[in-house]
């Protein structure tokens, strides 16, 4: 019941309440962007979604425009206001108009780049039963100081047991982390790392049912 006729509403209501109430947040992000480096103000991915459909992610960009974020043998060139907004979880504000097309929800699993759900079992794919969120269980309980496989095992509970106060938790929670600055950004190094893994556990698994699972 809460799934399905209470979240979805509440997620387009305070989206559009933050949207108003933030715009001076989005202006001046967008303007000092702009005066910093050259290239578009909103960076754009796919990323997995509702069921493993693939959607358009919005970030501020945060990264120079000529960073190549799919070379993993060099570091992000990230600005100096890519630096802050990261920081601050401001280059995340963008993701409330994926939370009102439906896309996202504000909370639930952290939408990946579709190549982690290539690599997923069927059981880790169930994590991609809920909407993803902005921030998550996982989020909330140590970020990316967690290992892949403590990640989604966050990610499958969540999904499991989906109710008003596990949200309020989350939320909770997530602020707290925001202070840990062990918890933040893995770089694409560490992306890299995580799907090499999730790569080693299919194959360890055909190699022993000769056949994926």
Known sequence: MYRRYIKRPLDVVFALVLLIALAPVY????????????????????????????????????MAAQNNIYDNTSTDEVTRVGAFIRKTSIDELPQLINVIMGDMSFIGPRPWIPEYHKHMSAKQRRRSDVRPGI????????????????????????????????????????????????????GKSGIHDEIMELKKQQHNTINESGSQV
């Open 27 to 62: 202006l001046i992000t967008a303007v000092v962007i702009k005066l910093e480096s050259k290239g578009p103000v909103i960076f754009k991915q796919t990323r997995t979604g509702l069921y493993g459909k693939p959607f358009t992610l919005l970030k501020f960009r945060s």
């Open 135 to 186: 921030t998550g269980l996982a989020q909330s309980r140590g970020r990316n100081a967690l290992t892949i496989n403590e990640k989604i095992d966050f990610d499958l509970r969540y999904a499991g047991h989906l109710s008003l106060y596990e949200d309020l938790k989350v939320i909770f929670f997530t602020l707290v982390t925001l202070y840990d600055k062990s918890t933040l950004h893995i």
